[in-house]
C-alpha cells in the first residue's frame, strides 16, 4: 500500500504515456514522458510560488505583530490570485531609453534556467526528470546564465539603480558561487558520483535510529551551513539582497519592469530559491529520504516538500531577523570567512573519509572545523569588518 | 544534419557574426555570449555532457561576465565608434582570417587522432573522465588545483587591506581638519 | 563569538511569530474598517463651515470677508459674494457668500484658513472617508454641503469649540451692553426689527 502510494505519480505517468501511444507513433514515447514530467514539474513549483509568497508576507507579518494579508478569501488564502490578476492587468511599462531588445530578453534568460536547474533534482523516488551523471555540474551550469539575465536587465534599463543593483547582483553571485560550489564538493567526494539521484541513494538507510544523511556529520553540518548561506547570497534573500535594496536602490535591476515582466522576475527569484534549497537538501538532507526509520511508509515525495517548505520557512524567518549586510561586509564575508572556511571543510571532509570509523574522526573533524569557526570568526569581528565603520565626514 | 545541430549552428554561427559586427560593445559581449552558450549546446549534441556544462559553467557563467565587467569598467557602454564598421584595411584582415581558418581545417582534417573517431564517435561519459583525471592525468589535475587555489588565496590577500596601511590611510582624517559647523 | 547575535535575534522573531498567535495583544495593528482607533482631539482633514441654530442659510457664520480666499496657499477655496446682507450672531448685518466652494483634492489640510478667519466661521473637518470615483461632483465641495452644525463641531473638537463659544458669548455680550448703553444714552433710535440669533448652543 505504502509503496503504491510512494509510486502513484510515476505509475500515473506510465499509464497516461501508455493510452497516449495509442494515439501517436511508438517514437514519441520519451518524448511524452518527458513532456509529462516537466509539465508536472512546472504546474507544482508553480504552486510552490504562489504559496510562498503567501507564507512569506504572512510570516513577516507575524514576525512584526502583524496579521499579514488576511482578506482575500479565507485567512487570505486567494492572495496570491490576486497578485496574479493584478500582475497580468498592469500595463507593461518599457523606458524610451531602454535597449528594447535586451530589455525583453532578460526575463526570459532568468525564469528559463532556473526551470531547467529543477530538472535534476530528484523529488521523490524514481521520480527526476532526467537523471545525468554529471546532474550537479548541470546545476550550476545553468545557474551561471542567470547572472548574465540580472546584468542585461541591469544594464539595458538605462538607469543608474538598475545599473548599480545588477553591478552589486553580479559580484554577489560571483564571490558567492565559490563557497556554494566548495561546500557541494564535499558531497561529490562522499557520494563519488555527479549524479543527483546517486547521490540520495548514498544518504538512504539508518544506523539505529539516525539515518544516513550528510548533515549528521561534522563536514556536512559545516558544508550544509556554508551552503544555505551561499545559496541566500546567490538567490539575493535577504539578508544579502543589496541588488535590490528596497530602501536604497528601489529594487536595482528590475526597477524599470512592471507588469508581468516583473512577475517573471519575481517568479525566477523565487524558483531560483526552490531549486537551491531542493539542490541542498538533495546534497545534505538526503533528499526525499524519510528521516526516521518508523516513518518510512509516508511517500518519498512528501519528505521531499515537507523539507523543501521547512527549509523555505526558515528562510523567511532569516529574511525577518536579520538587516542588510553593507557592500565591504558581504565581500569580505564571502573571501575572508566563507571561502577559507569551506576549503578547511573541503580538507575535513577528506580526513572523514580517509580516518577509520569511530568517535576519532568525529572528535578530530568536529575539533578542525570548530577551531577553524572560532579563529576565522574571531578575526573577521576584530578586524572590524563586520562591526562599526568609521567616516571620514558624517561623523 | 539533424534540426538541433542546425538549430545550435545558427545560433553559435550568428552570435559570433554579430559578436564582430554590432556596434555596441555589451551587445557584441552578449552575443559573444550567446555563440559560447550555443557552442556549449553542439558540445551536448555530440555527447560531451562533461565539456558541454563546463563550457556553460566557464564561459557564460564566468568568461562572459568578465567581459560585460571589463567593458563596464574601463570604457561607457554607449560610446560607439562613429565611422563605418569596416577600415580600408578589411580586405588583407579578411585573407588572413580565411588562410588561419584554412590553415586550422586542413591541420584537423589531415590528422590522424580524428580519423577513427569520425566512424565510431566514442563516448565520454562522466565517469570515465572523472577515471582518467584521477589516474592518468592525476599530476596535472592536482597542479591545476593548486595553481587554482594558490590564486584564489593570492586575490584574497590582495583585496586585504595591510594594518599598517589602513592605519596610515586613516591618520589624516583627525578631527581638528573638519571645519566645526 | 561569531554567530551569537544571529540565533539572539532568530529566538526573538520566533517568539514574536509564535507570540502573536496566542497572545493578542501583541498585534499592534487595527483591521481597519470593523475596528477603529478613536480620532485625537487635534485630528484634521478639511474645512467646513459652521452655522448656528437650526436654518444653515441663516445661521452660517460666515460674512463673505474672502480672507480665506486670500491667504490659501494652494487656492482652492473659491468664494462670491451676495449681494443682500443678513445679520450676524449679534445682530449687526453683515454680507454673506453667495458661491463658496472647496476644492478638497487641491486642500493640503494646512488649517490656514482656520487661523485667519475672525468670524471662527471656518473648522477643519475630522472625515477622512471621501473616496470617489468622480473627481468633480463629490470632491469639489458648495455651500450646502460645507455647512454642518455647530453640535457637529462640538461632537468632533469639543474643547476648542467650547473655547470658540465661550468667546463668542463674552463678545455678543459685551456688544449687547454697548448697545443698550447706547440705547439708554440716547433712547431715540428704536432696535432693529430683527431679535439677534440665539448664543451658540452646547
Known sequence: MAEKLDQIFVQAKHELVRWLLCHV???????????????????????????????????????????????VGPFGLLQPVADGIKALTKEDVVPRAADQVVHFIAPLVLVVPVFLALAVLPVGRNMVVVDLDAGLLFFFAVGAATELSVFMAGWSSRNKYSLLGAMRAIAQMISYEVPLILSAVTVVMMAGSLSTVRI?????GFSGWLPHWHVLTPWGLAGFLLFLIAAAAEANRCPFDLPEGESEIIAGYYIEYSGFKFALFFLGEYIGLFAVSGLAITLFLGGWTAPLPFVQWVPSYVWFFLKLLSLIAFFIWVRGTLPRLRMDQLMSFAWKFMLPLSLINLLAAGLWRFLPEGLTRWAFCSLLLAAAYIGLGRSLVQRRNLGRRTYRFAE | ?????????????????????????????????????????????????????????????????LIVFAILLTRGSDSEPDGPPATRGWVPGAGLAAAAAGLVVAAILSSRALAPSLQSSPEAPVRAIGEQLMTRYVLALELIGILLTAALIGAVIIAMTLPSRRSAEHKPQSRTSIPDL | MLGEGIIKGLAETGRNFLGSYFEPDRLVTVQYPEERLPAPETARTFPFLVYDGDDWQKGLRCVACQICEKECPPQCIYIVKDITKKPDYIGKLQFQPKVFDIDLSVCMSCQICVEVCPFDAIKMDVEFELSTTDRFGRLL??????????????????????????RLAAEKAKALAKTQADAAGKSVSPKPALKPLAPASG
Not at chain 2, 554579430?18 to 555589451?26: E, I, P
Open chain 1, 200 to 204: 540520495v541513494e548514498v544518504q538512504a
Open chain 2, 1 to 65: 544534419m539533424t534540426a538541433d545541430f542546425l538549430i545550435l549552428s545558427l545560433l553559435t554561427l550568428v552570435g559570433a557574426v554579430a559578436a564582430v559586427s554590432l556596434r555596441n560593445l555589451v551587445h557584441c559581449a552578449l552575443a559573444l555570449a550567446a555563440a559560447l552558450a550555443g557552442l556549449a549546446g553542439l558540445y551536448l549534441h555530440l555527447q560531451a555532457q562533461f565539456v558541454g556544462f563546463a563550457q556553460l559553467l566557464v564561459y557564460v557563467g564566468a568568461v562572459a561576465i
Open chain 3, 141 to 166: 465641495l458648495h455651500k450646502a454641503e460645507l455647512a454642518k452644525p455647530n453640535e457637529y463641531y462640538h461632537k468632533i473638537h469639543p474643547a476648542e469649540a467650547a473655547e470658540v463659544d465661550a
Open chain 1, 25 to 71: 507513433p511508438g517514437a514519441w514515447a520519451e518524448v511524452l514522458s518527458a513532456l509529462l514530467s516537466i509539465a508536472t514539474l512546472l504546474v507544482a513549483f508553480a504552486a510552490l510560488f504562489a504559496l510562498t509568497t503567501l507564507l512569506e508576507r504572512k510570516g513577516l507579518g507575524r514576525i512584526q505583530n502583524r496579521y499579514g494579508p488576511n482578506r
